[in-house]
């Protein structure tokens, strides 16, 4: 039997979860993945405009997870994402510094694709450790 077009090729990534359950501007995924220095690092993909973003866990203000509740990324107006703790606001699609105390630094992101309904990190350096 022929399989469906998007598993012609399979995407050489590791997986780091499903997308069920990543609505648009809803509650994002966190997961860890580890650093070339072998350092545990928090990470999170969220859905903005029905594509999939990833970055570091990490505020340009001070090296702290932006979410105050697990997944909670979004502002409520579900365009910009915020850190919990002062208030910077970031870019959901390029993670760049939009106002409040990143000072113009924005977020790291996370080279990710998605196929099948599987997200998965293709970024040289990092590898997935685990969804949380
Ligand atoms: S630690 Fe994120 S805005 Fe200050």
Redesign the pocket.
């Known amino acids: 039997m022929s399989e469906s077009k998007t598993s012609e090729s399979k995407i050489q990534g590791q997986l780091i979860g499903s997308v069920n359950g990543l609505e648009e501007g809803g509650k994002g995924l966190r997961f860890d993945v580890q650093n070339v220095e072998g350092e545990t690092v928090p990470a999170f993909v969220v859905n903005f405009d029905y594509q999939y973003f990833a970055y570091l866990n990490k505020?340009?203000?001070?090296?702290?997870q932006?979410d105050y509740m697990p997944g909670e990324f979004f502002g409520d107006d579900g365009q910009t994402l915020i850190?919990?703790?002062?208030?910077?606001e970031y870019a959901p699609d390029t993670g760049a510094c939009l106002g409040?105390?990143?000072y113009g630094v924005g977020l790291e992101p996370l080279t990710i694709a998605e196929q099948d309904g599987q997200l998965f990190l293709m970024h040289q350096g990092y590898s997935v450790v685990a969804s949380n």
Request: charged share 0%.
């Open positions: 505020c340009g203000h001070i090296a702290v932006l850190c919990a703790t002062h208030g910077a409040g105390p990143c």
